[in-house]
């Protein structure tokens, strides 16, 4: 069973484009909220609102691209800001690149420190992803994170960076995204890379990212209410698969 709660995002051409020819996975930290807001696509839903500015057909309001998906996009591009360029260049950006928050509960605020336990947790399901993913390189924004990151990423290229919101500087940041990419580049062409072999699982994320709508700012209540009932029926389904699964460990 699976030890993902949150599905990644996994741009169309992850596996076949890829950005500048490599299959890159982006790995943050964790997604803040109520717990209540829990569910299995939230990552593709946040990306679609926050990094693509889409917005959902029932909202009430709409949320505003957000920083964080900005500098990401921004830096991994060699650039200082994303205001260079258009929405079409976002879009194809996303696209072409996998990603994922190793932290697989939501954090009460933003800036809260994940306990030890979410850590321990991350591990096993961040394993997961790189086995079903493949990637050829890991971006990681989060300092606090990167050994974690290199440690359960193996041969496999790690470029780690700040938090977008912590001490984040392009001028810092860029430097070590570019290396990265040139070791990754270099190890691609010495033919160092495994082959990628897409699983049911790869299929099932890409798809849940396709078909995702985009997180729905000010839901109205009836809506709100429904879509509560049945993350809490999908959350404790996959909690409890899980449960069983490691009992049986």
């Known amino acids: 069973m699976s030890s993902v709660r949150f599905a990644p995002w996994v741009g169309a051409q992850y596996a076949t484009v890829g950005f500048r020819g490599l299959r890159v996975l982006v790995v943050s930290e964790s997604h803040y909220g109520d717990s209540r807001y829990e569910r299995p696509d939230v990552t593709p839903e946040i990306i679609k609102a926050l ?5 959902h057909k029932h909202t009430q309001g709409r949320f505003g691209r957000h920083p964080h998906y900005a500098k990401i996009f921004a830096a991994t591009n060699n650039r200082s800001t994303a205001g260079v360029f258009n929405r079409e260049q976002r879009a194809c950006f996303w696209e072409t690149v996998a990603y994922y928050n190793f932290i697989q509960q939501f954090m009460a605020k933003s800036r809260d420190k994940p306990p030890a336990g979410a850590w321990a947790r991350g591990k096993p399901a961040f394993v997961e992803v790189l086995q079903v993913l493949q ?3 890991v971006l990681c924004f989060s300092s606090r994170n990167g050994a974690r990151v290199r440690a359960l990423s193996g041969s496999v290229p790690v470029a780690v960076v700040n938090h977008p919101s912590a001490c984040f500087s392009y001028a810092r940041a860029n430097p070590v995204i570019a290396e990265g990419f040139e ?3 270099v190890r691609a062409a010495a033919g160092r890379s495994a082959r990628f072999v897409e699983t ?3 299929c099932r994320w890409r ?5 995702a ?9 009836n809506i709100k209410q429904a879509r509560l009932e ?3 029926d999908q959350m404790g389904e996959i909690d409890r698969l899980a449960a069983l699964t490691l009992a049986q460990t």
């Open 200 to 202: 049911p699982t790869f």
């Open 183 to 185: 070791v990754a580049l």
């Open 230 to 232: 049945r993350w809490a």
């Open 135 to 137: 990637p050829e390189l």
């Open 213 to 221: 709508e985009p997180a729905c700012h000010k839901m109205p209540g």
């Open 51 to 55: 990094a693509l500015g889409l917005r």
């Open 207 to 211: 798809e849940a990212t396709k078909s």
